[in-house]
C-alpha cells in the first residue's frame, strides 16, 4: 500500500534520514521504534508532505506523493495524528473533529455520521463536545486527536508517538484504541518510544537509529532481537 | 457636544474599519500589514477614477475599487509577505516589506494623481438632518450602520462558519491545519480578499471627511493598527470596540485642548491603553498546553 524508497531528508544541512526504505501492506500495523533523535517523527512529516525528502520516492496506491503538497495527501487517503498530540486548543471538541472532517464537510450527514461513531469509540469526547479541547486532559487530547484524523475514514492512520507525555492509563488505553482501530480495517503506521506496548499492537517493526533502518521484522522476532532488548526493552541479556 | 460625539463616532467607525482588517490578516498569518492605510489610500483614489472622474453611481464604484482593492491585496500577499515562508514570527522580512510597499503606493498614487487633496461625494445627501435636535450628516450615519454590518459579517463568519474555523485554526496551528486537508494557503488569500475589499469600503467612507489624496491615511493607518492593538489583537468585536474608542475619546479631547494636539492626544489614548491592559480589551490570554 505504502512504500517508502531510499528518501534522505535535511533540515537544512543537517541529514537526518539517510537512505530509509520499508514499506507496509494493507491491514497492517506497522511500527518504527527509536530513540529520541533517530528521525522517527522526520519520517512521519515526510509521508504526510510537511516535509520534502531531498531524494527518494514515496509511493502510496501506486502514486509518488513525494512531490504533492500536505493537504492533498490527506485527500489520497493518509491522515496522522501528530507528535504532542496538536489539538487545537481554542476550538471546541465538537469543532475539531468537524475540521477534521473538513474535506467531506459538503456531505453534512456523513459527517454527523462519523461523529457519532466517534463518540461510539470514545464516550468521553462525547461528555466534553462543547468544551474547548485545551481544556482537556492530555489523555483526552490524545483521544481527540486520534478521533479528528479518523473522520474521513483514512486508509492509512499515522500515529506519532500516541503515548508520549500520558499518564500510564492512558497509554495503555491508547494502546487499546489502536488495537480496536487495527481490528476495524485501518492500517497503521506507529512511531513509538514504548518499544515493548507498541511491538504488543504490531504486526511489523522497523528499528531506527540515527537516520537508518538497522533492524527489521515481524514484530515477534524484534520482540526478541538480542540487540532490541538490550537498547530498547531494557532487558539484560542472561 | 453631541456634535462631537458624532463626529467621534463616525471616525472612530473608520479605524474600527481599518482595524477589523488589520486583525483578520493578523489572525492567519500572525503578522501586521503596514500598508493597510495605503490600501485604503487606494480605495479612495479609485474611488476618485470611479465615481467622480467616470461618473459611476457610488455604491457601483464601491463595488469595483472593493474587488480592485481586493486584487492588490492579493498581490501585496505575494510580494511581500509569501516570500518570508511560513514561520513568519521569526523574521521580520515582512515589516520591512510591507512598510516600503505602504511608501511605493503612496509615491504611485503620488505621480499619478498628484499631491492635491480632492474632494469626494458623501454617502446619501450633503444636506444636513435633525436627529434629536443634532445636526448630522447622512454620511455619518452611514458610516457608523456600514461598520457595525461589517463587524457583525466578521464575527459571524469567524464564529458561526467553517470557512471560519478553519482560519481560525490556521491561526493556531499551520501544520496541524494543513494534516486536516485544509489549504493554509488558501485560507491566507481568503483573508487578505476580505481585507482589501473592507479598505476599499473604507477609502469611500473616509474620503468626503478628510479629502482623497495619496497623503490621507498617513496617521489614520497608524490609528487603525492602535484601535486593533487596544481591542486586543484577532478579535474582531475588540477591533469594533477599540476603533470606536479611539474616536470618541480622540474627539471628545478636542472640547480640552486645541485641536492641533489631536493626533498626539489619539497616540496617547493608544500608549496608555496599551500600557494598562496590553492584551487588549477583548484579548484573551491562554496558556498553551504541552
Given at each position: 500500500m505504502l512504500e517508502i524508497n531510499n528518501i534522505r531528508v535535511s533540515y537544512g544541512k543537517v541529514?537526518?534520514?539517510?537512505d530509509v526504505s520499508f514499506h507496509i501492506e494493507k491491514g497492517e500495523v506497522v511500527v518504527i521504534i527509536g530513540a529520541n533523535g533517530a528521525g522517527k517523527t522526520t519520517i512521519m512529516r515526510t509521508i504526510t508532505g510537511l516535509m520534502k525528502p531531498s531524494i527518494g520516492s514515496i509511493v502510496f496506491k501506486g502514486q509518488d506523493i513525494s512531490k504533492i503538497s500536505a493537504e492533498r495527501i490527506v485527500a489520497a487517503g493518509i491522515t496522522m495524528c501528530p507528535e504532542g498530540r496538536q489539538v487545537f486548543p481554542q476550538h471546541t471538541v465538537s469543532q475539531n473533529l468537524k475540521l477534521g472532517a473538513y474535506l467531506i464537510r459538503h456531505n453534512r450527514k456523513l459527517v454527523q455520521e462519523r461523529m457519532e461513531k466517534m463518540y461510539e469509540l470514545f464516550p468521553i469526547l462525547k461528555e466534553r463536545q462543547?468544551?474547548?479541547?485545551?481544556?482537556?486532559?492530555g489523555g483526552e487530547q490524545q483521544m481527540l486527536a486520534i478521533a479528528r484524523a479518523m473522520m474521513v475514514d483514512p486508509e492509512l492512520l499515522l500515529l506519532d508517538e500516541p503515548s508520549a507525555g500520558l499518564a500510564p492509563i492512558y497509554v495503555k488505553n491508547t494502546f487499546d484504541m489502536i488495537k480496536k482501530l487495527s481490528e476495524r480495517g485501518t492500517t497503521i503506521l506507529l512511531v513509538e518510544q514504548m518499544a515493548k506496548m507498541a511491538l504488543g499492537v504490531a504486526d511489523r517493526a522497523y528499528v531506527l537509529e540515527t537516520g537508518r533502518i538497522v533492524i527489521s521484522g515481524s514484530a515477534q522476532e524484534i520482540m526478541h532481537d538480542p540487540r532490541v532488548e538490550e537498547s530498547y526493552l531494557g532487558q539484560k541479556k542472561s | 457636544m453631541l456634535e462631537l460625539i458624532i463626529a467621534g463616532l463616525t471616525m472612530g467607525s473608520i479605524y474600527a474599519l481599518l482595524a477589523l482588517a488589520i486583525n483578520i490578516i493578523y489572525s492567519t498569518?500572525?503578522?501586521?500589514?503596514?500598508a493597510h492605510g495605503e490600501l485604503v489610500m487606494l480605495g479612495g483614489m479609485f474611488g476618485i477614477v470611479l465615481v467622480?472622474?467616470?461618473?459611476?453611481?457610488i455604491i457601483a464604484g464601491m463595488f469595483i475599487a472593493c474587488g480592485m482593492v481586493a486584487m492588490i491585496a492579493i498581490t501585496l500577499y505575494y510580494s511581500t509577505i509569501r516570500p518570508f515562508g511560513d514561520n513568519l514570527t521569526s523574521s521580520l522580512g515582512w515589516l520591512m516589506a510591507t512598510l516600503g510597499a505602504g511608501i511605493i503606493f503612496r509615491n504611485v498614487a503620488m505621480l499619478i494623481w498628484g499631491t492635491q487633496p480632492r474632494p469626494f461625494p458623501p454617502l446619501g445627501s450633503e444636506e444636513l438632518i435633525n436627529v434629536l435636535g443634532v445636526r448630522i450628516l447622512p454620511h455619518e450615519i452611514w458610516t457608523l450602520v456600514i461598520t457595525f454590518l461589517i463587524a457583525i459579517f466578521f464575527t459571524v463568519v469567524l464564529d458561526k462558519t467553517m470557512l471560519g474555523s478553519a482560519i481560525k485554526a490556521t491561526a493556531s496551528n499551520r501544520n496541524a491545519t494543513r494534516l486536516m486537508g485544509i489549504s493554509v494557503e488558501r485560507m491566507v488569500l481568503a483573508c487578505f480578499t476580505m481585507s482589501g475589499a473592507v479598505a476599499a469600503v473604507a477609502g469611500f467612507l473616509i474620503s468626503p471627511i478628510v479629502f482623497a489624496g495619496p497623503e490621507m491615511t498617513a496617521t489614520i493607518g497608524l490609528k487603525g493598527f492602535g484601535a486593533a492593538i487596544i481591542g486586543g489583537l484577532g478579535s474582531s468585536r475588540g477591533a469594533f470596540a477599540g476603533g470606536i474608542m479611539l474616536g470618541v475619546l480622540e474627539a471628545l479631547s478636542m472640547t480640552m485642548v486645541t485641536p492641533g494636539y489631536k493626533d498626539a492626544i489619539a497616540f496617547l489614548i493608544m500608549i496608555l491603553a496599551i500600557t494598562i491592559k496590553?492584551?487588549?480589551?477583548?484579548g484573551v490570554a491562554y496558556e498553551k498546553k504541552v
Open positions: 541529514e537526518v534520514i539517510k462543547q468544551q474547548l479541547a485545551g481544556t482537556l486532559s | 498569518t500572525g503578522i501586521i500589514n503596514f467622480v472622474n467616470s461618473g459611476l453611481p496590553p492584551e487588549g480589551i477583548f
